[in-house]
């Protein structure tokens, strides 16, 4: 079974302050996605990463995929009470299963 | 585009009777949708894989009996809840597949009373 560790589970800050948010497995993922999800709504798909090292900024935010593609992070500067929410990664296996293994979420408040 | 609609996105049931949630994808064709369901404070919990034409694929634990799958066409699945308990009341979420990014609905909040 393949897992996805995220931490932290939950983090609050101030506005403007910086933050990272970590997605770690011991299995070989063929993509990552980040998701951000508010409360009653579905998650909406904020980058997808493809490559071992690859790097994809987004404004503000800055997604990492791990070189052995078995990890992952988000970088979020400057960070605006617009940003609270809940981010999900999830992982796409490479032995052809379509469906997409998620972190346990991280729940980012950020207070004005 | 890849915009995935739920219906209802919200519904209370009574317990014993049967509810059902349609997922369609608006602006793409989608052969494989999947089903979530998600408690308060946690992450999805994937329920199963719905292909286009085929029997949906249960993860272990999910009872196939119970959450009846159809995927009628490239752009609809639907899920029902057969004889439905309190203790199904969740959030469920579809999403659609196309290539190897997944688009999520809104979600259905459910509650059996």
């Known amino acids: 079974t393949q897992l996805l560790e995220q931490s932290p589970q939950f983090l609050s800050i101030q506005e403007g302050e910086n933050l990272t948010v970590y997605c770690n497995s011991s299995s070989v993922f063929s993509s990552l996605q980040w998701y951000r999800q508010e409360p009653g709504e579905g998650p909406v798909l904020l980058v997808t990463v493809v490559t071992g090292g690859e790097v994809k900024k987004l404004k503000r935010l800055t997604f990492q995929f791990g070189d052995a593609r078995k990890d992952s992070s988000l970088h979020i500067t400057a960070a605006q009470p617009g940003d609270t929410g809940l981010y999900l990664c999830?992982?796409?296996?490479?032995?052809?299963?379509?469906?997409?293994?998620f972190g346990s979420g991280t729940r980012l408040q950020v207070q004005p | 585009g890849a915009v995935v609609s739920q219906h209802p996105s919200w519904v209370i049931c009574k317990s014993g009777t049967s509810v059902k949630i349609e997922c369609r994808s608006l602006?793409?064709?989608?052969?494989?949708m999947f089903w979530y369901r998600q408690f308060p404070k946690q992450s999805l919990m994937l329920m199963a894989t719905s292909n286009e034409g085929s029997k949906a694929t249960y993860e272990q634990g999910v009872e196939k009996d119970k959450f009846l799958i159809n995927h009628a066409s490239l752009t609809l699945s639907t899920l029902t809840v057969t004889s439905a308990h309190p203790e199904d009341s969740s959030f469920y979420i579809c999403?659609?597949?196309?290539?190897?990014?997944?688009?999520f609905g809104p979600g259905t909040r459910l509650t059996v009373t």
């Open positions: 602006d793409f064709q989608a052969t494989t």
């Open positions: 999403s659609a597949s196309q290539s190897y990014e997944q688009y």
């Open positions: 999830a992982g796409l296996s490479d032995t052809g299963r379509r469906a997409l293994t």
